[in-house]
C-alpha cells in the first residue's frame, strides 16, 4: 500500500484530524501538536506570515496550472 494511501486512512479513521478551512488549520497548527498537508503556493505564504511555521521536507508532488477560456475571449494574447 502506498504512503498517500496509509496517510488518508489515517487521517479519515482519526476523529477531528480533518479541518474544513485552512485558516483553522494553520490556528491548530501555531498552537501545536497538529501538522497541516498544504498546497505549496498556500504554504509558502503562511510560512511568510508566520515566522512560527515552517514547511517540513519537500513537494510531493509537482503540478502546473491551466487556466480555460472560451475561444472567442482574446485574453490569451495578454499572458
Known amino acids: 500500500m502506498s504512503v498517500y494511501k496509509r496517510m ?16 483553522e488549520a494553520i490556528a491548530r497548527v501555531r498552537k501545536g501538536g497538529y501538522a ?5 503556493t498556500l504554504n509558502e505564504f503562511y510560512t511568510q506570515r508566520y515566522c ?22 482574446r485574453l490569451h494574447l495578454l499572458v
Open 36 to 40: 497541516y498537508i498544504l498546497e505549496s
Open 52 to 73: 512560527d511555521l515552517m514547511q517540513v521536507g519537500g513537494l510531493l508532488d509537482d503540478k502546473g496550472y491551466g487556466v480555460g477560456l472560451p475561444k472567442a475571449i
Open 8 to 23: 488518508w486512512q489515517f487521517m479519515t479513521l482519526q476523529k477531528g484530524l480533518m479541518m474544513n478551512k485552512t485558516e
